[in-house]
């Protein structure tokens, strides 16, 4: 592809509007379970995971330098906001988390104004690997209980894991054979041709199946809110020392992350990214976020890969997306 100029850059273009369009949709399908699945983790509703979804993509896609980096939420971000967050009460949890995730949006626009991207050089491939490596086991303990059906009131992750393993005997089968079943399909269908089509179709098909079966092994954890809220600045009763260092290190994680997924991400006019641009970029995502109640977003190095896999050409595939 021949370079464009800025101005070109940010206008759909009729030669790659449809690949990317075929894109956005893709990523847009898998965006709902990601979003919902990252409210969770961040201990709210999924509807704001699905707000993050919409909002993240559109003002990312709009202003970062790395036209096919999707910034949308991720699990790293989504699990230290609802650890930063855990003991705040469920009622207050929505307005604080909104708090957090300006908080981390604003630092990183100002990492971003002050050019501090540079720095992230000093992160090396190893420390990257052992943190998502450490994200990916946190996560898969934390899934313990619900997958096995075991109800645990432990205050630490290591309680809450003996008393999973402990008690063995109170396992819900139903639960256990759902879960199995949603892995072993991502697992099978990741390696077929229709490996962007993955976690839909572990998704889908278990839900079917209990529907079908009119099985009770599935939760609910709230309900749908039609609409999206208005923007609104959250309430500052809720600001605290933990929920403002919890936006500086969320705004840390993201901007890392992000700095990764450009890395792998080259512009396909061959024009160099970056990375202070995408801080602003996630940034204000963040910001844009943080003022509907969604969950935290940033540089998602597997939606960015899923984005280039399923054909994006230009920004418009993230855009489109959201």
């Given at each position: 592809m021949r370079r464009m100029s800025a101005l070109e850059s940010l206008m759909p273009q009729r030669e790659t509007f449809g690949r990317d369009t075929v894109a956005g949709l893709t990523g847009g399908v898998a965006s709902v379970p990601d979003g919902m699945a990252a409210a969770t983790l961040a201990g709210v509703n999924p509807a704001l995971g699905l707000y993050a979804s919409i909002v993240g993509p559109v003002i990312g896609g709009l202003l970062s330098s790395t036209v096919l980096m999707r910034v949308v939420t991720t699990s790293a971000a989504a699990l230290a906001a609802g650890s930063i967050l855990g003991a705040t009460p469920d009622v207050d949890r929505p307005a604080a988390l909104a708090l957090l995730v300006l908080i981390a949006g604003v630092v990183a626009?100002?990492?971003?104004?002050?050019?501090?991207?540079?720095?992230?050089?000093?992160?090396?491939y190893s420390v990257m690997t052992g943190f998502l490596s450490g994200v990916a086991v946190l996560l898969i303990l934390s899934q313990l209980d619900a997958v096995t059906g075991v109800t645990t009131t432990a205050d630490s992750m290591v309680e809450s894991v003996l008393d999973v393993i402990l008690g063995?005997?109170?396992?819900?089968?139903?639960?256990?054979?759902?879960?199995?079943?949603?892995?072993?399909?991502?697992v099978v269908v990741a390696r077929?041709?229709?490996?962007?089509?993955?976690?839909?179709v572990a998704l889908a098909v278990p839900t079917a199946a209990v529907e079908l079966l009119d099985a009770d092994t599935v939760a609910v954890v709230g309900a749908f809110p039609g609409g999206l809220p208005?923007?609104?600045?959250?309430?500052?009763?809720?600001?605290?020392?933990?929920?403002?260092?919890?936006?500086?290190?969320?705004?840390?994680?993201?901007?890392?992350?992000?700095?990764?997924?450009?890395?792998?991400?080259?512009?396909?006019?061959r024009s160099r990214s970056r990375l202070s641009r995408d801080f602003i970029a996630q940034g204000a995502a963040n910001i844009g976020v943080g003022l509907v109640q969604g969950a935290p977003v940033g540089g998602s190095v597997s939606q960015t890969a899923l984005n280039i896999q399923a054909g994006a050409r230009t920004r418009w595939a993230a855009i489109t997306s959201g």
């Open positions: 626009l100002v990492l971003g104004l002050l050019r501090l991207a540079r720095y992230t050089r000093f992160v090396s063995f005997a109170d396992w819900d089968i139903a639960t256990v054979l759902v879960a199995a079943l949603t892995v072993a399909l991502l077929t041709r229709f490996a962007s089509w993955a976690a839909l208005l923007p609104a600045l959250p309430s500052l009763d809720l600001l605290s020392l933990d929920v403002i260092t919890g936006g500086v290190a969320v705004a840390v994680i993201v901007v890392i992350q992000g700095a990764g997924g450009a890395t792998s991400a080259p512009n396909p006019d």
